[in-house]
């Protein structure tokens, strides 16, 4: 790929001061951004981040392989993940060709460990009693019928996140068929979260139960305190192996509105709701936000205040879910392109370093796959599904630098010690007899 050899050098000089890489391809890579960006995430910050990923994100393990001889040659190679680094599926089957859609489907599972699947209320049943779960509904961009994606994803051993089961803002959320009247909306919506318990039991392993209430005065009628009831419905139907999340607020929002989101969150959980994670957004969906970006004129993506915002989300005492995240390019050029990977790598590595985020969800995977009034080309794929940039950033993080893989020889005392990210592993040794052997462990 003709985006890897500067890519590289981009992961290499985010270890180094300029002055140490003398390469003129390797300054052209820096020099993508303007030296402002790079007064913001710094050495020192790059410096900081890698401590933390070392400090949260790996643990210590110790195997006891007794009927290993010391000495023997182990292979250690991490297979999987325990953080969870997810896209949203919604454009699955949709793409113009099958090898598109195959290439699309593969994603998950080689790069993505999660997927986010469309139950957008408003799209799952247009009409009254009549919802596009299987296969044979009816086409709507951007909300394939719902089925097949939990199918697909249960195959592949590929989490699976409903969103949203609840969504105030009547633009995305529920059917225009939804009465104007709170008390008939209540015996709707608790019907409607019974049968997405019946039908999909613990197939689908997360759900965003309610999505934006927050501002939900400016958003249209909804039952009176439909926030608390909803997770009180949720809790008595799913099983308990289901998690359910609330997700709100965009990072570019105030510290003030996060502290709100924290509080309220809180607030439902003393009350006696069941909720595991709080999920944040962060969307920069202007091309010309981009840009500023690239120039250190962007206050809003200053790390400083990236991380202000996530602690006062600490005080949910929740883990939090990085649940939609969008990176624009300012452009479709290769210049626009390489700024775009430079944003996302940065980003993810700052949210991964963070010790209570447990998750990272990219929003459009394909370039045109967003909503209207979202970008055309924010995805880590173009239109034809070639690798961006962006790609290249999240497979050597997710695949390269953040999976541990080594040989070592076993102690004299039989025991494999090591430190690694968090997630399952195999072991390969070959015995007295030269027979290889594996055994699988998880490190957490």
């Not at 139907?237 to 105030?254: A, E, T």
């Not at 091309?287 to 600490?314: F, V």
């Not at 939609?324 to 993810?348: F, S, W």
Request: include cysteine.
């Amino acid at each position: 790929m003709k985006y890897l050899f500067f890519i590289f050098l981009f992961s290499f000089i985010c270890s180094f001061s300029s002055a140490q890489v003398p390469h003129r391809a390797a300054e052209d890579v820096c020099h993508v951004m303007a030296p402002d960006y790079w007064k913001m995430w710094n050495d020192s910050l790059q410096n900081a981040i890698d401590h933390r990923i070392e400090q949260y994100r790996k643990a210590s393990a110790t195997i006891y392989l007794e009927d290993v001889k010391p000495g023997t040659v182990v292979k250690v190679e991490q297979l999987s993940h325990s953080f969870i680094f997810g896209g949203n599926i919604f454009v699955y089957g949709q793409l113009a060709t099958p090898a598109m859609n195959r290439k699309y489907e593969d994603t998950f599972g080689t790069l993505f460990n999660a997927a986010t699947i469309p139950f957008y209320w408003k799209t799952l049943e247009p009409e009254q009693g009549h919802p596009r779960f299987t296969s044979s509904s009816s086409y709507i961009f951007r909300r394939p019928p719902t089925d097949p994606i939990v199918d697909f994803c249960n195959a592949k051993g590929i989490m699976t996140k409903g969103h949203a089961i609840v969504y105030g803002l009547r633009l995305h959320g529920h059917p225009t068929w939804m009465p104007d009247n709170r008390l008939m909306m209540d015996s709707i919506f608790h019907a409607h979260i019974n049968r997405l318990a019946q039908r999909y039991g613990d197939r689908v392993h997360l759900w965003d139960v309610v999505n934006e209430p927050i501002d939900q005065a400016n958003r249209g009628m909804m039952p009176d305190d439909y926030t608390f009831k909803c997770f009180q419905w949720a809790r008595e139907v799913f099983p308990s192996n289901v998690q359910l999340n609330i997700n709100d607020v965009d990072m570019h929002s105030p510290a003030t509105l996060h502290r709100r989101y924290a509080e309220l969150t809180r607030d439902l959980v003393s009350r006696g709701s069941r909720i595991d994670h709080i999920g944040i957004e962060m969307h920069i969906f202007d091309p010309l936000e981009a840009a500023d970006i690239a120039k250190g004129k962007d206050p809003y993506i200053a790390p400083a205040l990236l991380e202000e915002k996530l602690d006062c989300l600490q005080a949910s005492d929740l883990p939090i879910h990085v649940s939609e995240v969008t990176v624009c390019a300012p452009d479709t050029t290769e210049h626009g392109k390489l700024i775009q990977a430079v944003i996302a790598r940065n980003l993810y590595r700052l949210w991964f370093s963070y010790p209570t985020v447990e998750a990272i969800t990219w929003w459009n995977v394909v370039d045109g796959g967003g909503a209207s009034g979202e970008p055309s080309y924010s995805g880590i794929y173009d239109k034809h599904m070639v690798e961006k940039p962006a790609y290249t950033v999240l497979d050597n993080l997710i695949n390269q630098e953040w999976k541990t893989k080594f040989e070592t020889r076993l102690a004299k005392d039989r025991t494999l010690r090591f430190r690694g990210f968090r997630g399952k592993y195999l072991l390969t040794w070959k015995d007295r007899r030269g027979k290889e052997c594996k055994k699988e462990i998880e490190v957490k």
